[in-house]
């Protein structure tokens, strides 16, 4: 690991980690290379899961994808998840095959709760097509936006050093200590501190969207990690 890295990258390793799952995740489903599909997929229809999605109008009007890759990203989650939801425990153990050098549980977790969006401990199709456009096609705003509610976990309107150290730690166990031997016990507090030096503006403790936003736009390590995987599919 570099020192740059050490000391100025972290503030931009949760967006990162965050983009990077979605396509570990898609890739798993098959949902890469976008491909022709017939006509019985177009309205979406389930006829045996107990949950069955908005129609393809619907959910093209909600997001940024064609009717095409609408019908192969259904296609590819609903043979992972024949009943139409995928729950917490699904949600870990497909995430934490990919970071079998760590704990990925507990980021796994805050990223479940920043994706079910109705708070009812499942993430179905629509939530799940939802947030990939956000981070896939998304303006910078929107992805901001859904960067903050990740990192806001009691969805108050602001981060709070717990909140993010909360993060900061389950990222690090993510990884794994001995991915990165140069990760010290307190890097993960010295992290959070530099966080809240640039982005609590007002040093009343806590950070605003309205702050996250500003220091976010004038950072061009976090600008650029989005726009790594606008075209992926």
Not at 77 to 87: H, I, Q, R
Not at 125 to 144: A, H, P, Q, Y
Not at 156 to 181: A, C, F, Q, V
Not at 215 to 225: L, P
Request: overall charge negative; charged content about 25%.
């Amino acid at each position: 690991m570099s020192v740059r890295w050490e000391t100025e990258g972290l503030q931009t390793v949760g967006i990162v980690c965050l983009v990077f799952m979605f396509l570990k995740l898609m890739h798993l489903l098959g949902l890469i290379d976008i491909t022709e599909t017939d006509s019985n997929d177009s309205d979406l229809e389930l006829s045996t899961v107990r949950h069955q999605p908005e129609g393809l109008d619907q959910l093209q009007a909600q997001t940024k994808f064609t009717k095409k890759e609408l019908q192969s990203l259904y296609r590819g989650f609903k043979n992972e998840c024949p009943s139409g939801l995928v729950d917490e425990e699904t949600f870990k153990t497909i995430y934490s095959q990919f970071f079998p050098q760590g704990d990925a549980t507990t980021y796994a977790h805050f990223l479940f709760n920043a994706f079910d969006l109705d708070r009812n401990g499942s993430i179905r199709f629509e939530d799940f097509v939802i947030g990939l456009s956000v981070l896939l096609r998304g303006s910078v705003t929107e992805k901001l936006n859904w960067a903050f509610n990740l990192y806001d976990i009691n969805k108050d309107g602001y981060i709070t050093k717990e909140e993010m150290l909360l993060i900061m730690k389950s990222i690090y166990d993510m990884m794994g200590r001995y991915t990165y031997p140069m990760v010290r016990d307190e890097a993960p507090n010295e992290h959070v501190d530099k966080f809240f030096q640039k982005m609590d503006r007002n040093r009343d403790g806590v950070v605003t969207i309205d702050e996250f936003m500003e220091t976010c736009q004038k950072d061009e390590n976090i600008m650029s990690s989005m726009q790594l995987f606008e075209n992926v599919i």
